[in-house]
């Protein structure tokens, strides 16, 4: 059962308060688009997540609206099968193209929110809603900027539940290049509140994980980008028991453990113990103390 609206508004006044106290710190971790690696996330479960696009192979003039169109005729399976060019030679055709939030496999992710923005060329790329209506795909509720979708702006979406999906259906829109140009339609953060993800202790403060990067969607020579998500670096991670594993720094201490560092290997084992033994300060120093002379006296 949804949540009522006044319940929706509430939670997303206080998402949208929450971003805006971060979002200096935000801003100063943010990607630019299509630079890959351009940041690293933050400290929540979100903190390695991507935007990226695809481009659905869709005839025109389906009905339905975006979103229904991309997962009728093309949903994405994983991160390296989107689509990320559109090419009609010359002869434009609405096409629907959708965005995905893509954690990496190893990851926990658990989404409530998110905000992000677009950006394009708006004398060669057109959207279109009465040709496949653009909106959010999956979640509970929107707050979009006066103007959105126009280029440069930005949209926050809240969830009622949280989505721990790997690949997580966002947004989609119905839109074409009509000059046969080479251009891209572009994610990018959102104007004021920047690019992010919170997790579902909000309420409770919060965590706030910024996207890592953003993918772009080229048109006819323009390749387009695709930002898949990379996992964080593993390595010995020492348990309370003594014992290694292989495991995340995040990971390692969610447990409790002691990171060795990145990449360090469990063989030769680095959490066996290095052998002690008792003594005194005293007996130190008798230890190193260069033998007494005699004199000649036996």
Known sequence: MRSSLPQRLHSLSLFT????????????????????????????????????LHAADAPENSNGTACEIVEFYDPLASCEEAETNID?????????????????????PRVVGMTFGIDYDPETVFLTYSW????????????????????????????????????????????????????SFDLIPHPTQGGNFVDDSILGGGIIDPVVDYGRLGFNDDPGYLPCPTPDPEGACCLDDGSCVRASEFDCTLVGGSFVGDDVPCDPDPCVAVPT??????????????????HGIE
């Open 277 to 294: 033994q008792e003594s005194s300060w005293g007996l130190l120093k008798k230890r190193f103390r260069p033998a007494e002379s005699t």
């Open 88 to 108: 009609d030679d010359g002869f434009f055709r609405v096409h629907y193209f959708a965005v995905y939030a893509a954690f990496p496999l190893r990851d926990s």
């Open 132 to 183: 496949g209506e653009w909106g959010p795909c999956t979640a509970d509720f929107e707050l979009a900027e006066d103007g959105w979708p126009s280029p440069g702006s930005g949209t926050a979406l809240t969830w009622d539940t949280v989505q721990t999906e790997h690949l997580l259906s966002v947004y989609a829109f119905a839109g074409y290049e009509y000059y046969g140009r080479s251009t």
């Open 17 to 52: 308060c929450l971003l805006a106290t971060f979002s200096p710190a935000v801003h100063a971790v943010g990607a630019s688009p299509g630079s890959p690696g351009a940041a690293r996330g933050g400290d929540g479960p979100n903190r390695n997540g991507v935007l990226i």
